[in-house]
């Protein structure tokens, strides 16, 4: 159905813990929100990385994901993805501000590195517009964000880096400055009507989804996916283009729309609004894009890789030489190198699977230990989020625990002898839930102990307690 997503360890994080978690702890807002915040965010990773991978998740995939447990009602599945989506929003703002701010202070670094180092004979008015502009061009940004970082550069301030120079008239000054002005100021109107353009093109796009939505006479027969990669089709788009056609995304729109033609049940329209918002918001398959000098820089980089990776003694080729000489080749300060190492970080699997299976002394396992150990140095090195697994201590489960956690938790309209046959004979047959037997799970539930854990509940009496526990008991023995 289309391109697949490219891996990312947060969207697979995510994906495994809505497919294990037991029912009743998805039902506990207050838990979804702690274990959900836990697997989006990597504190100790690069927010513009961690903000990225959250990109490639959207609504549809939470509803897809709860879906596939089979567990929940078409309406618990709605309410759910959207108390889910709902946090991943306010996480991926916060990133998104936490990204803006470093990218502010590594901007006005690499600025000032330019202004003070560029050899004299290179800042003529054309290639300041080439270099310069090189430097502070982002086009995976969208207008505001540019606009917000250049507003830090004024006349005043290139003037004063350039009078620290030592070789440079003080009567060149003004001049190479305005020339920097200009460099600046035309590159926000490009960017604004780079925006305006993507704006339009957008709500063009939204406009002809709801006339396809809307007209097609047999929605349910009709190749959607197919129909929709069509019109959202454009390889020229950057990130920031894509991230505003997602946000003119609306819900509650396509609702009313799809409402009018009276042909489609709830379920229906549910799943069809999933496949479209699925395609519509599909951010993850737009590559990260560098701008000019830095496209030059990355494919130079990636060449130095591809050659090492061609030429270097099988010996050479372990763990700790990898680690180290791919370091020292991502070492070089320069302007823009973080922008370069994240897109290294991404880089595609088969073209290095392709790459090292030209070489003759490779066995296939020797070529993906060596690729697993390529792809988690250049994300280390770009300090890219980590799996759960390996960044928090995980805490051992037993059956005794899960089932207090059910007791605690499960809703009280849950708590009907059909409920609790379906959910005990999911916790006794679970692997995630410890290593015990089957005999001694049904050994850890002590009458008394269950009793006394359901009495603690606000909405629970001594007698309602005694009741379930005895079913609970019945239905597990």
Known sequence: MGEQPTYSVIRADVENYLLSAYPWQLRDRNLVEQQLRERL????????????????????DFA?????????????????????????????????????????????????????????????????????????????????????RLSQFDRGMFEGLLHQRQNLE????????????????????????????????AEDLWNK???????????????LEHELSLLLKDPEAGAAALRLRASRYNREELVRTLATRGDLSEAQVNDLLDRVERNWTRIRFAPQRLAGQLQAQYEQTTSAIADYLRNTGREELNPEGIQRDLSRLLSEPKAGAKAIQHRLAAMDR?????????????????????????????????NSPRRLASRAQQRAINFRDSLQDYLRNTGREELN?????????????????????????????????????????????????????????GRAR
């Open 41 to 60: 965010q990597d504190p100790q990773a690069d927010p513009e990385a961690n903000a990225r991978e959250l990109e490639q998740i959207s609504r549809s």
């Open 64 to 148: 897809d994901w709860l879906r596939q447990k089979g567990l929940f009602t078409q309406t618990e599945v709605n309410q759910l993805a959207d108390s889910l989506e709902t946090i991943r929003r306010e996480m991926l703002v916060a990133l998104q501000a936490a990204s803006e701010r470093e990218k502010l202070v590594s901007l006005h670094r690499d600025v000032e590195q330019y202004i003070l180092l560029t050899p004299r004979e290179e800042l003529t008015p054309e290639a300041i517009h080439g270099s310069l502009a090189g430097i502070l061009d982002d086009p995976n940004g969208d207008y505001a964000q540019l606009s917000a």
């Open 170 to 201: 003080p009567e060149a000054v003004p001049g190479i400055a305005q020339e920097m002005m200009l460099a600046r100021d035309r590159l926000l109107d490009r960017a604004q009507d780079r925006e305006r353009s993507a704006r339009e093109k």
């Open 209 to 223: 989804i709801q006339g396809y939505l809307q007209n097609t006479s047999n929605l349910q027969g009709s190749n």
């Open 350 to 382: 088969e073209t290095l699977v392709q790459l090292l299976a030209q070489r003759q002394d490779l066995s296939e396992e020797q070529v993906n230990q060596i690729i697993d150990e390529v792809l988690g140095t250049l994300r280390r090195l770009a």
């Open 417 to 473: 002898p059909l409920g609790i046959q379906r959910d005990l004979k999911l916790l006794l047959h679970d692997p995630q839930a410890g290593a015990e037997s089957l005999k001694e799970r049904l050994a850890a539930m002590d009458r008394d102990t269950l009793v006394a854990l359901l009495s603690q509940r606000q909405d629970m009496s001594e007698e309602d307690a005694n009741r379930i526990v005895a079913q609970v008991l």
